[in-house]
């Protein structure tokens, strides 16, 4: 016979049950079949529970709930449940006065009540009762059993942190009512929210935790543990109040920001990130990805910075403090410049000067690998340390490299100088022997006039004419055009007309002639802006990145349309001619004629001269040409470039026939190299 079945065979021998009687129960079940027994029997069902209001914020304690008990009692047959949930709230001294109240309970051969108490508090029982009579008179029975109880963990919050629906409790009757008899069979939290919980409650036992801080909440059910500020965590609590499972919490945040997931997210969290106006919106940003990327990368490690702030962030992200960029990380240098090409233009202009500025002490080797956006502001700063750059370095600005490119022009004197002039321009530097082998190059036979060369072509050939660009553009012309697939069907240098100027330059053409493109001449008058003082760097970059692709914009949109299209210019135009003369390396001549020169570059032949060596005469005898980069006293000055002179830069031009003719055969660069190859990766010093 079991200890259930022992028990209620006695208790149905009796005819009453005089006094009160505790029935200690080992778990659930044997609780839940004994109150079910007894109210078979005509016994009233009373909780715990019922004791207490919904409306109380505060635990009720002993004398109260038991004087309420007694009431509920009523001297009539009653099973009383949920001491077990009432004990566990309880500090130990509180739960001794409930105890000593339970055997008042007991001691009162006035009431006919049968007491549920879990075995969890038998040590308590036997303090309390342990006088033996109890015993053997039935008044405390232990029925025997397996006990599966786990830890019941209880915590309090404010109401207004959490969603009140199961297993979230609304008030302590209602958490009585949950837990009811006995522990559960597991591990087990259950969370109290109640109204205005900023203060502890007297009266609950040490291992009720009383959580009265946000910061404290959203610790322990969202998982959050960095120290966030109150509005943040206010943030993050409305948009996950709802959620049953908190744990779930930086889930919800993630979706919020990235609703189609996080494979992109280093790529793209920069740019949702500047979308954001709000203050707080952006900071939980910032702690959600955090939390959310990879270690390894290089937004991993800006948000890691202890300096960091939503105000900071964008300008952290794009300039870097320098123990970043020495650490040489290529996948970092290569993830941000993927995040930034997703910002908009006016946020990347807003931030790389900043870090063109902070970095500009920094070596090149350091540096380069981070100037790799493609913005103006990063290849001026290329430029400008031109002098650091190594030939494999080049390649960090592609419009560089293309620049630098190996070409032959037919001629070996002509292509070492136009290799080194290319160079000196871009150091903004000459020295006094290059200046020397300008004066010295003269004519070469062999090189044919453009307007000789133009005579070749038919009708159906378009011309398009780029003003002042020289025959230092021609390796970057013929590198290019592969990129655009256009086919070459000629390449090489051809002299114009002298003075090399628009006026002695007017071309001769019957076919279609597109549109000029006058920005390259507007650079050499004036720079890339009017009445502003740009540097060189500046203007190199302007002529790399704008105005030399625009050309083979041109040439795209139109070469369908004609058998060829044939690209020149009326003349060239020299940057050292300009700085030889602010180095002191080139002279002003003296006047030869009682006239003002119109130019710094020629003037109108004197009457009845002979032409001294610092000048070549026009074959028509009616001009004097400056040679090299001396320059005639002509008020004013010229402070980017200067053409009408004969230097080679001046004098010869490209001249290059594109071709959309199937079967045409295409001449190849005529170089040593057609296009310098860059060594393996592992040779670009970083």
Known sequence: MTAIESYTQTANEEKTLEGARILV???????????????????????????????EQFLPMPDLVFERLLKKINSKPSIVTGLYAYFVLLEKTKREMAFARLRAFVDNSKLHTVIIVSSTWKNDLEKIFKNPRYKESQQLVYIDGDCHSKNLNVVLVDERWIKIEPPVCGSFRDYLVTVGNFPTSEDKTITVALPDNDRNIAGLDSSIKQIHLLADFMRQFCKVQEPLPETI???????????????RCLEVI?????????????????????????????EVMLWMLRNSVKEDSYLHRILKLPQLTADNFLLLYIAPPPDILVAKNINFCE????????????????????????????????????????????????????????????????????????????????????????????????????????????????????????QQFNANT???VVDAMSAEYLPFIIHQAGHYHLRIEKHCVCYVNLPTSTAFNKINWNGKRLSDIKALDKIVHHGIELHHLNTYDENITEELDKILPQIFNILSQHIHK????????DHGASRLAVRANELNLARTLDNPS??????WRYIKKPNEQYCPDEFEE??????WIVRGYNRLPKQGGKQYELHGGATPEERLVPFVVFSNIKGTKIQQPVTDEPIKQIKERDDFDI
């Open 25 to 55: 129960v080992p778990n659930f079940d044997v609780a839940q079949s004994l109150t079910q027994f007894h109210a078979d029997r005509g016994y009233k069902k009373i909780s715990i529970a019922d004791c207490i209001s919904r409306e």
């Open 233 to 247: 965590l206010q943030w993050i609590l409305d948009k996950t109040k709802e959620l049953k499972n908190k744990d």
């Open 254 to 282: 993630q979706h919020h920001f990235f609703p189609e997931g996080l494979s992109d997210v280093l790529k793209t969290a920069l740019k949702r990130f500047s979308l954001e106006e709000d203050e707080t919106t952006k």
């Open 335 to 454: 993830e941000r410049s993927v995040a930034i090409k997703e910002l908009a233009p006016n946020r990347q202009t807003t931030f790389i000067p900043r870090f063109v500025e902070q970095t500009k002490d920094l070596p090149a080797k350091v540096v380069l690998p981070w100037l790799n956006n493609k913005t103006k502001e990063e290849h001026v700063e290329i430029i400008r340390r031109f002098a650091e750059l190594t030939p494999n370095q080049y390649r960090c600005y592609p419009e560089l490299q293309a620049y630098l490119s190996e070409y032959d022009y037919g001629d070996k004197r002509l292509t070492d100088y136009f290799a080194r002039y290319r160079k000196f321009k871009l150091l903004n530097d000459v020295t006094e022997d290059f200046c020397k082998e300008a004066f010295d190059i003269f004519e070469q036979e062999n090189i044919q006039s453009r307007d000789l060369l133009l």
């Open 462 to 464: 378009a011309l398009l």
């Open 562 to 569: 004609f058998d060829r299209i044939i690209l020149t210019s």
């Open 594 to 599: 009682h006239e003002n020169p119109d130019d």
């Open 618 to 623: 026009t074959l028509d005898g009616r001009y």
